[in-house]
């Protein structure tokens, strides 16, 4: 919670108090007053009939002996009742100590500096933007018409899925509501001179060390990612083989969910079309589809038989166009099959791209053009094709890449450019139409394990290494050295993955940790427009 949120509450709650003690001494005050005010006419009234008695006059007129009897019995003539005016006592009224205690501290306590100045602090928060907050307005009811056109708008249903998170989350955890919903680093500060990378967050699955086979962050709740763990083959576990966590950067502790399968995951990601659905693929062919709103094992897979993989599934995307969402996979032998959104039971689409006994271990496609995909192979190759026409299958070329098995592929989101990564230690970067690398980088002492571009400045990208190094590079700035380097410790880092803002990188480890960084403000624009023509692109 904010500073200013504190001492307008603060100064909120002192005005409170005040007017509630000036109310009870008030009410106090008018009962004695009206007790007072009774008692006083009562003996008044009593007075005046007093004088009114008989024996009360003749002794008045006994005593009076300089009046004369003519003036006597003029004075006391029954037909004429004489009539006297007391004047009223003037009768000051008394406080109960503790009333006039209460009064007194009260007094002092409003003319206190402290009581000033949260008052003056008060009068301050309730401005806002040099105005003054005003009373609420009455509620206005839309017309029906456009209550629906608001209902079924994206933007609405974006709100109503984040903050009904939100009520959730309060609801069932020791949560503030008042504080942000997502723990974010002011980008203007926080960031030490000599440092331009710094933690954020760190997620860890505390039951068993499993490796961490793929990264995703939510394109639905940017504080959400997912962590697909792969159990280790030499350990017994008495968990699931399959294994997903949903962490969140609100609480780390523990993962938001977990969801299960019996064979083991080798590669998921969020469905950016539907907002509670991640699909993944398993090391037996299957594809799958989890529901985080049901229970915690898929919903939909594919039949054990049928015209899809029989190996283990290397990659996924979701291909969107403006009439369908497409589920794209790839397999170890080449395999690309095409799959309808919800409709698993058999491939639209599937094409080889298999060359003799090539096996892929990764893949990526071309971000301008989803239906050409770019692998990397066990033998260092790499290869691309086009999966249009009847004749996508020999449509593939070739080119020599590296002198050991390609770790990691990504493209470029807009222009030419290609990077890979292999355990022959080395991250090359091609262009797209040259089989000669434009620039070798042989910064590592350990296998590259992942590379990938930023996503929002186009001439940054990240890598992680054998030796748990997250290392940023910028084609702007040169490729003799990285950008910075930050050391997660002695367990390898085999995943990357770069949120939608460009500010965090989730890496992961082979210990089932994932790490969350955060780079300074100057990586989110690109301030160096002209890096492709450093290039000579």
Known sequence: MSKETTDFQEALRLNKEQKRKKLEALRASKKMREESKSKSETSSSSFVSSLNDPN?????????VSTTPSESKQEFNKEKPITYSIPAKARSI????????EIESQSEEEDSPENLEAEARAKRLLTINGHKEEEPQPVKELPQDQAESILNSEAFSQFFNRTSELVEKALVEDFDVF????????????????????????????TEERCVSSLSWSSHHEDTVLACLKKSESKSSQEPEGLLTLWSLEHPKDPSCVLYCQT?????????SETYSIVGGTSNGQVLIWDTRAKPVPVQRTPPITSGHTY???????????????ILSMSEDGKVCLWGNNMLQNPIETHDTRQGETWVNCMDLQHNDQLTYWTGTEEGQLLTGSLRGISADKKQDSYPAHFGPVTGVDHHSSAPLLLTSSIDWTIKLFRDSSTTPLATIEAYDDYAYDVKWSTVNPSVFGAVDGDGNLDIWDISKGLESQYVRHSTGNKALNKLSWDQSGYR????????????LQLDKDFAHAKADDFLNKLDL
């Open 56 to 64: 009360l006059k003749s002794l008045i007129g006994e005593t009076n």
């Open 264 to 272: 083991g995951v080798t590669h998921a990601l969020f469905n950016p």
């Open 505 to 516: 990188i989730a890496v992961g480890s082979t210990n089932s940790c994932v790490h969350i």
């Open 94 to 101: 008394k406080y109960e100590r503790e009333i006039q205690v």
């Open 312 to 326: 283990p599934v290397i990659g996924l995307h979701i291909v969107e166009s403006a009439h369908s969402t497409t």
């Open 179 to 206: 504080e942000t919903f997502i723990q974010k680093v002011t980008l203007d500060e926080g960031h030490e001179a000599n440092r331009k990378i710094k933690p954020v967050q760190f997620f860890q699955y505390q």
